[in-house]
């Protein structure tokens, strides 16, 4: 019924940055949230940024200031910009939406930062 497709990851130095996309298809009528979440090798998978339909955001500690997540209502896409990254950034990022009472799962895209 849907679909996540993301995009914008790749390897970027310290202090550089990213905007990562991820769009959603499909009948969509409503949208409760998106949110991004990362898994680094070796460690579980944790909570990034989120939005909700009515705009509120809401961040780890260790992104705020350096990371936003905004919305194209018109293209059901949610992007992540990220600034100022850091090596402790590198991971693989995935798109995770609740649409119509189910959770939905993009199929990740890798960030690797070097310093």
């Known amino acids: 019924q849907v679909q996540l497709v993301e995009s914008g990851g790749g390897l970027v130095q310290s202090g550089g940055s990213l905007r990562l996309s991820c769009a959603a298809s499909?009948?969509?009528?409503?949208?409760?949230?998106v949110a991004w979440y990362r898994q680094a090798p070796g460690k579980q998978r944790e909570f990034v940024a989120r939005i909700t339909s009515g705009g509120n955001t809401d961040y780890q500690d260790s992104v705020k200031g350096r990371f936003a997540i905004s919305r194209d209502n018109a293209k059901n896409t949610v992007y992540l910009q990220m600034n100022n990254l850091k090596p402790e950034d590198t991971a693989v990022y995935y798109c995770?939406?609740?649409?119509?009472?189910?959770?939905?799962w993009g199929q990740g895209t890798r960030v690797t930062v070097s310093s």
């Open positions: 995770n939406a609740v649409i119509h009472y189910e959770y939905y």
């Open positions: 499909g009948n969509i009528f409503s949208i409760n949230y």
